[in-house]
């Protein structure tokens, strides 16, 4: 049967909205996991400085205060190797398939800098965080092996006893590049 005329029209003019449709679609997921920009006078790259800070539009948060703290017990425990602090501000979710040797032994050389909090929003709590990691290779992940990391991810956090704590990360919020 061949096409013709009007049906040859109403057929591509069909395919043309399924194949537009399904790239604004695209397009538009694409652009909703994406991390936003940068906050303001932040400049990715290693540190000295292990401080958890705060953007103006994340300080605006009822909650920034708190939030900031748990991060900065969460980071600093990883920079001093500190796994019973790890412990106290992560939720079972994140500890109970981690052991004190194999905690231990993935963040053995892991130093964590240049840490801001970019964003936080809420239902659930969740906080975009931008920081810089320096590691062995061989404990960076598997798919960018590298010795300094810049990251853009999302921290889910949840209220357990009374208790902010981290409960994940939204992989479809995060992002890593090797430092330059």
Same mark, same amino acid.
């Given at each position: 049967?061949?096409?013709?005329?009007?049906?040859?029209?109403?057929?591509?003019?069909?395919?043309?909205?399924?194949?537009?449709?399904?790239?604004?679609?695209?397009?538009?997921?694409?652009?909703?996991?994406?991390?936003?920009?940068?906050?303001? %006078?932040?400049?990715?790259?290693?540190?000295?400085?292990?401080?958890?800070?705060?953007?103006?539009?994340? %300080?605006?948060?009822?909650?920034?205060?708190?939030?900031?703290?748990?991060?900065?017990?969460? #980071?600093?425990?990883?920079?001093?190797?500190?796994?019973?602090?790890?412990?106290?501000?992560? %939720?079972?979710?994140?500890?109970?398939?981690?052991? #004190?040797?194999?905690?231990?032994?993935?963040?053995?050389?892991?130093?964590?800098?240049?840490?801001?909090?970019?964003?936080?929003?809420?239902?659930?709590?969740?906080?975009?965080?931008? #920081?810089?990691?320096?590691?062995?290779?061989?404990?960076a992940p598997k798919?960018?092996?590298?010795?300094?990391?810049?990251?853009?991810?999302?921290?889910?956090?949840?209220?357990?006893?009374?208790?902010?704590?981290?409960?994940?990360?939204?992989?479809?919020?995060?992002?890593?590049?090797?430092?330059?």
């Open positions: 049967m061949r096409l013709r005329g009007r049906r040859l029209t109403m057929v591509l003019t069909v395919v043309l909205i399924v194949v537009v449709g399904g790239g604004a679609s695209a397009a538009w997921a694409l652009g909703k996991t994406r991390p936003g920009s940068m906050p303001d %006078g932040y400049a990715a790259g290693p540190s000295g400085d292990e401080s958890v800070t705060v953007s103006a539009a994340a %300080g605006l948060h009822p909650r920034a205060g708190e939030v900031r703290q748990t991060l900065q017990t969460y #980071f600093d425990a990883i920079n001093r190797r500190d796994f019973p602090a790890w412990h106290t501000v992560v %939720g079972p979710e994140q500890s109970a398939n981690q052991t #004190f040797e194999d905690w231990s032994h993935a963040y053995s050389t892991t130093v964590d800098s240049n840490l801001v909090i970019a964003d936080i929003a809420d239902d659930p709590l969740r906080v975009r965080t931008m #920081f810089t990691s320096e590691q062995s290779a061989e404990f798919r960018l092996p590298a010795t300094c990391i810049n990251w853009d991810l999302t921290y889910l956090l949840t209220d357990q006893d009374g208790v902010l704590k981290l409960s994940g990360i939204d992989p479809s919020t995060q992002s890593m590049t090797a430092c330059r």
